[in-house]
């Protein structure tokens, strides 16, 4: 008999609550966490300026009403260290903590046919068996340093953001090097140009940002709020992205210009990038009304730096707005007009190599005493491969998705029986509010194996067709739209070598939802059940 009935590996939102809702299943589980904390992204990202760039309304559990109620958010975008308060309450208010084990990193999970159960080795040599292995490892865990000839010459400390010293780190007075400008880049830059005595931020590819206009929620706005909270996470459920937004509903291009200018600067204003980019209903399916955004966008850049070169080349031309993930700053722009900061090109001269002072491109060279990499993840795929997953016959799952990941419904992959990804590669996950769709796994997952025992199955496995045609169906949505115009690590183009497959599932999380439960109506529909 295994050990437990559900291994998960991870705890952070997802592993949180696998833990929690298969408990309350009356199954029997055990999580492996890496970390020395729970919270997964919000443990390991604890850099200066890190912030959710969902709502605290929108960005949290929905399971317990009575957590919601209880819980109060204390700004409008959380912060890291209140997200991983947050996490840290409901694993006490849920008496998690037993079945959690941290500090143990799972290095591998082989499928014994012969035992029908998961083999789970972790790094302390330990085996255990589970008849379920759900991996809730999250999608942006794989963290990535560019090879850079000489970085292991480098005199100073260098991190990557998401290893950032939990004891912090004194960047005060330091000429500090920042590569890479993506949401987290542009988070941090702002809180390091507040300290350093010199920024300098390499940018190969300039991005897209729009304002958060963050605040402190208003206490009398959250009692209203929470009075109507049941139906407000109903409609978030049905939603597109995993977040109730009023959008105009209307296509850009059959409006007049004047009056789409006013609707985004209105948006603009009230800050958040999904209500901004989903102000009109053709601005991610048509180029020419993705257009007018992003020169919207441009022109408020314009604004705010005041030397129209720079400004120039803080001038995203180069993918459609909201192709890449659209980044959330207050700050980031107008940092550019502090003295002690300086952007530096490395798309027309190249970084060239570290040395023990700093930092070569093919241009010049810079004096450093810190150099911080936010230069992304192996999204996706990489937090799952870098395990050593074995599903029948011993067949590696990094080999299987050589060509790039497949699955069924982002949840299953063919020839991995009983084994269940938490917002895996096929599903809205990263284009969603996370916490939704996580949630929406996690229960689809709780009751797909309610179901095995309630109809006398043990086993459940993904069918190769099924696989195929749902992945043809999430490349076809993906092509409908401007999102793979963008070199974005949505499609891995950021992973040297990496295959070229767009990952997420476009189809709306609502849809999205209705699809897994039609599944889960006839009889898990596209799944081989057996004993
Ligand atoms: P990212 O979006 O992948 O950005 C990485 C940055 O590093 C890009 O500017 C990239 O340039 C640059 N880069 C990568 N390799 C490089 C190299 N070899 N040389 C020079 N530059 C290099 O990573 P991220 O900023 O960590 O964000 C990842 C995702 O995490 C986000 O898209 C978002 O989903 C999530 N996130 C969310 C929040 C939030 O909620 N506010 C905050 C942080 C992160 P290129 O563009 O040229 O490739």
Redesign the pocket.
């Known amino acids: 008999m295994a050990d437990v009935d559900v291994a998960v590996v991870g705890a952070g939102f997802a592993g949180i609550y696998a833990v929690h809702a298969f408990r309350s299943a009356g199954l029997t589980v055990r999580a492996f966490e890496a970390g020395s904390g729970i919270g997964g992204t919000w443990f390991w990202?604890c850099y200066p300026g890190?912030?959710?760039?969902?709502e605290s309304k929108d960005y949290s559990y929905s399971f317990s009403p009575e957590l919601e109620q209880e819980w109060s958010w204390s700004e409008r975008y959380p912060a890291q260290p209140e997200v991983l308060r947050y996490l840290n309450h409901v694993a006490d208010r849920f008496g998690l903590w037993p079945f959690i084990q941290l500090n143990t990193r799972v290095t591998g999970a082989t499928w014994d046919s012969a035992r029908s159960e998961w083999v789970v080795t972790t790094d302390d040599g330990a085996q255990r068996t589970a008849r379920f292995c759900v991996l809730a490892v999250g999608c942006?865990s794989a963290y990535?340093v560019?090879s850079?000839p000489g970085l292991e010459s480098f005199a100073g400390p260098w991190y990557h953001?998401?290893r950032w010293p939990r004891a912090g780190m004194d960047l005060t007075g330091q000429r500090v090097g920042l590569?890479?400008?993506?949401?987290?880049?542009?988070?941090v830059a702002p809180e390091i140009a507040g300290v350093a005595s010199q920024l300098y931020v390499?940018?190969?590819?300039a991005?897209f940002s729009v304002p958060n206009r963050n605040r402190a929620i208003d206490p009398e706005w959250e009692r209203a709020f929470k009075a109507n909270y049941r139906s407000y996470r109903k409609q978030a459920q049905e939603s597109f992205l995993g977040v109730p937004l009023t959008g105009t509903g209307r296509p850009a291009l059959a409006e007049p210009a004047e009056q789409i200018q006013r609707n985004l600067m209105e948006r603009w204003q009230a800050g958040g990038g999904m209500p901004f980019l989903g102000a009109y209903t053709d601005v991610l399916v048509d180029r020419a009304a993705n257009d007018i955004v992003a020169e919207f966008m441009r022109d408020r850049i314009r604004e705010a730096v005041d030397d129209p070169q720079l400004a120039e080349l803080l001038s995203p031309r180069a993918f459609p707005v909201g192709a890449?993930?659209l980044?959330?700053s207050d700050d980031y722009f107008a940092m550019f007009n502090q003295p002690n900061v300086t952007l530096v090109d490395?798309r027309t001269a190249p970084?060239d190599s570290v040395y023990p002072g700093g930092l070569r491109t093919s241009a010049a060279s810079y004096e450093l005493d810190a150099l911080v990499f936010?230069?992304?993840?192996d999204?996706l795929t990489g937090s799952l491969t870098r395990i050593d997953v074995r599903g029948t016959g011993g067949v590696a799952l990094a080999e299987k998705w050589a060509a790039g990941p497949r699955t069924y419904l982002g949840v299953a992959t063919a020839g991995f029986p009983n084994m269940f990804m938490v917002t895996g590669p096929g599903s809205p996950s990263?284009l969603s509010n996370m916490v939704v769709s996580i949630e929406q796994h996690v229960e689809w997952i709780r009751d797909c194996v309610g179901y095995l025992g309630s109809y006398g199955f043990s086993i459940v496995e993904a069918k190769p067709s099924a696989e195929d045609a749902w992945m043809a169906h999430v490349t076809e949505v993906a092509h409908s739209t401007v999102f793979p115009l963008a070199?974005s690590?949505y499609i891995g183009?950021?992973i040297p070598g990496k295959p070229r497959v767009f990952m997420p599932y476009l189809g709306g999380v609502g849809p999205y939802r209705s699809r897994c439960d039609e599944v889960a109506a006839a009889g898990y529909e596209g799944f081989v059940l057996s004993v």
């Open positions: 990202n890190a912030r959710c760039d969902v942006l990535q560019p850079l953001t998401s590569i890479g400008t993506g949401s987290t880049g542009i988070q390499f940018q190969r590819t991005n890449k993930r980044c959330q490395i970084i936010a230069t992304g993840f999204a990263v070199d690590w183009a950021n």
